[in-house]
């Protein structure tokens, strides 16, 4: 970068700092503080310039804007800490200059400027040492000039910091016409601090207290469009697009179309897309708010901003009109309640043991055109960042010559995907046109079919979600069958199997047996399997992976209670009950029952060890789910009889030997037989061992007799002949 850089005159540098006159960090101060302080690397900054073109006194503009900062003293905050504590005391020895850089010579000017105030917002700060508001103007074009400022948010916010530029503006026109300036309104940043203190003492405290007590129960833990977590960083994702003229205007209209402000309609038009594309009834969408209640306030600088959640309900079958009052009411709620910081909130919900994330969403309806008057020159107020974003912001506000409206979404980068960014915004372009174009009367089950569509699978998905986590939420580790390693899933080494069959005369008694108890043969091998590995693992709370015809080509988990005094009716009648649910439940994969397990299992394999795979293929990818795939097909005779079952046992190589696997096929086998001929039978009475199995355990022939004797003493005579040391 070719630039030329110079300063104006400088003040001379404090040589100390008072600690007699500092005082306290204001409660939103201490937000930006400590977030600083928690993410070191990430300035908590907010940045903006004001384009401007014309004739530019440049001296002029930098006399205004030191004279404005005196005024407002924001940048003139030196930090400290007394005690261990964060304070503040304002210094007006502190450098007050204002840069000069002229980018003229670059081949592209602007985007060369762009592209410096980019590395330069995103730049880390220490706020004990670094100015907290630096100024520059950088000259782009011989009569194009960018008036830029960088602030950290513990210093001012970006109410505050339009004040001040509207207060340098009034100065500089004021000089330049050769008259006075108003006087200074501003309130000291001491005094600013005071009513803070008061307003936590006061009753309105605690009113607004009770306020969100109530109002953000519903929806605490937020909702998002990411696809993912990811750590905040300074710079985020940008998508912008300019809403048609046709939508601006009937969205300025929105008053006499749906008696609400165009924010409102926005909003709810956000929070009907959230609601869609995550699946839920009550969703968490954030908004902004300046917390200056007062014309004192108002006219002041500092760092008073905050942000208030709003809990809005999307139900089935409401109307827009009905949608739109909902977020209506909750916008003006939030505004009378809006010094009650969001911190305060968040504290006040995990006292309540509730979830106190509140991570969501951020909309900023700016509808209004933002230019600074500068004597005959009118500059256009750009922001480019209001800090860094933890998951999305969505600006839609003013901008241009002539005036357009945009709509930007500004995303965490580690937690959204370029395309997924892009496409989340095209929906929501679209989606404000639909809810603009609506009647108040109109269903917003209709409005915008292609969302409300993706909208209906979600909210069904994540009811299936929920039905699984109360079922699962408890299992305890899957069990599989001895003999059969658990391995490493993720090499996907090469499959093996061994197949083994019954015969068409089994498998019409199988047929027989469950029509009688209004089952089925898939419920019956359910069963028979269920039985095998409760009774080989001793764990009577068997969980077994499925895949059938009617599964809808996903996985589900079948988790069955299974006794060795159980029948094998009574244990078939349970299963049955456990089968029809799974398949009601079946429209979710079983990595995404995982994910909403969360801490509980963190991945599909840790669901399962044996999977069945009844009347369809199993897939490559079942082995990297579970050690073992029982596969199991029916087969029919031209007539449609019954003609036998085909029983596959699919297993990863060298995960066990063919002989192990044979063993469990027969197994499976006999318990098959033992509840297609003897329902009733106990299952723990079922012999599974062979005949080659059971000789192996007959006692040896001969030798003398030995006579009964306690465990005790045979305790003792080991310890006597071995000793006390040696191994039991």
């Given at each position: 970068m ?32 400590f977030?600083?302080q ?16 014309g004739?530019?006194?440049?001296e ?12 407002f ?7 400290l ?7 503040q ?20 000017p ?75 309104k501003?309130?000291a940043?001491?005094?600013l ?12 405290f ?11 129960g ?25 809403l ?21 309609v926005?909003?709810?038009a ?18 902004p708010?300046?917390?200056r ?8 600088g ?36 809006q010094?009650?910081?969001?911190e ?26 933002q230019e ?24 839609v506000?003013q ?14 980068p ?22 603009v ?54 090499d ?19 047929l ?5 108890q209004?089952?089925s ?7 028979a ?11 009577p ?20 209670t ?21 398949l ?14 969360g801490?509980?299992?963190?991945s ?5 060890r ?19 795939v029982?596969?199991v097909e029916?087969t029919?005779d ?18 066990a030997?063919?002989?192990?696997i ?8 006999r318990?098959l037989?033992a ?39 045979v ?14």
């Amino acid at each position: 970068m070719r630039a030329a850089v110079s300063g104006d005159s400088r003040s001379t540098p404090s040589q100390g700092v008072d600690a007699s006159k500092a005082f306290p960090l204001s409660s939103a101060q201490r937000g930006m503080w400590f977030a600083q302080q928690l993410a070191p690397e990430v300035p908590v900054c907010i940045a903006q310039y004001v384009d401007l073109r014309g004739d530019l006194d440049l001296e002029l503009l930098r006399k205004a804007t030191r004279q404005a900062g005196h005024e407002f003293q924001s940048a003139f905050i030196r930090l400290l800490e007394v005690d261990g504590e964060p304070m503040q005391v304002i210094d007006h020895d502190i450098d007050d200059s204002v840069d000069y850089m002229d980018l003229r010579a670059e081949s592209d000017p602007m985007g060369a400027a762009k592209a410096w105030i980019d590395a330069n917002y995103t730049a880390p700060m220490d706020v004990m040492t670094d100015r907290l508001v630096s100024v520059w103007v950088i000259h782009v074009e011989d009569d194009r000039y960018l008036w830029y400022s960088k602030i950290h948010h513990v210093a001012l916010d970006g109410y505050g910091a339009m004040t001040v530029v509207n207060r340098t503006a009034e100065l500089y026109t004021a000089e330049l016409e050769g008259r006075e300036a108003a006087p200074a309104k501003a309130a000291a940043l001491q005094t600013l601090y005071d009513l803070d203190q008061t307003y936590r003492s006061s009753s309105r405290f605690e009113t607004d207290r009770e306020y969100w007590a109530e109002h953000v129960g519903r929806a605490q833990d937020g909702a998002t469009l990411a696809g993912t977590s990811g750590a905040t960083i300074a710079a985020s994702k940008l998508e912008s697009a300019a809403l048609p003229v046709d939508v601006v205007d009937a969205l300025e209209d929105s008053d006499a179309t749906k008696s609400a402000t165009a924010a409102a309609v926005v909003i709810a038009a956000f929070a009907c897309y959230l609601s869609r594309m995550t699946g839920r009834e009550e969703v968490l969408v954030n908004i902004p708010v300046s917390a200056r209640t007062t014309a004192v306030l108002r006219r002041s600088g500092g760092m008073l901003v905050n942000v208030a959640p709003l809990s809005i309900r999307v139900k089935h079958g409401q109307n827009v009109g009905e949608l739109v009052q909902q977020v209506q009411l909750e916008l003006m709620g939030a505004l009378r309640h809006q010094r009650f910081s969001i911190e305060d909130i968040r504290r006040d919900l995990t006292s309540r043991g509730q979830s106190s994330a509140l991570v969501g969403p951020l909309v900023n309806v700016m509808l209004f055109h933002q230019e600074i008057h500068l004597g005959p020159i009118v500059g256009e107020f750009n922001i480019v960042t209001s800090g860094p974003v933890e998951d999305l912001l969505v600006n839609v506000y003013q901008s241009g010559s002539p005036s357009r409206t945009f709509v930007d979404f500004r995303a965490n980068p580690n937690r959204y995907e370029d395309d997924d960014l892009a496409e989340h915004h095209r929906n929501f372009v679209d989606i404000v046109g639909s809810f603009v174009a609506a009647s108040p009367h109109d269903v917003i089950d209709d409005v915008h079919p292609d969302s409300a569509a993706i909208g209906r699978l979600r909210r069904l998905e994540r009811e299936q979600l929920a039905y699984w986590t109360s079922v699962l939420v408890d299992a305890p580790d899957p069990v599989g069958l001895p003999g059969i390693a658990v391995g490493s899933r993720q090499d996907q080494p090469a499959p093996t199997s061994y197949t083994t069959s019954v015969d068409g005369v089994l498998h019409r008694t199988l047929l027989a047996a469950a029509t009688a108890q209004n089952s089925s043969v898939l419920v019956s091998v359910h069963t028979a399997l269920a039985v095998l590995l409760a009774r080989m693992s001793g764990e009577p709370d068997v969980v077994i992976g499925a895949r059938t015809p009617a599964t809808r080509e996903n996985v589900v988990a079948l988790r069955g209670t299974v006794h060795s005094t159980d029948t094998f009716s009574d244990i078939a009648a349970q299963l049955r009950g456990v089968d029809a649910a799974a398949l009601d439940h079946a429209d979710v994969s079983l990595q995404s029952v995982s994910e909403a397990l969360g801490e509980h299992a963190t991945s599909s394999s840790d669901l399962v060890r044996v999977l069945l795979s009844f009347g369809c293929s199993y897939s490559p990818e079942d082995l990297g789910r579970a050690d073992l795939v029982v596969h199991v097909e029916e087969t029919f005779d031209a007539l449609g009889v019954p003609a036998g079952l085909t029983i596959e046992l699919a297993y990863r190589e060298h995960s066990a030997t063919e002989e192990t696997i044979a063993a469990h096929a027969q197994r499976l086998i006999r318990l098959l037989t033992a509840s297609a001929h003897t329902p009733t039978a106990i299952t723990g009475d079922v012999e599974l061992l062979s005949e080659a199995e059971r000789a192996v355990l007959v006692p040896v022939r001969g030798g003398v007799s030995v006579a009964g004797r306690l465990l005790s003493e045979v305790f003792a005579s080991a310890v006597a002949v071995a000793g006390v040391d040696a191994v039991a």
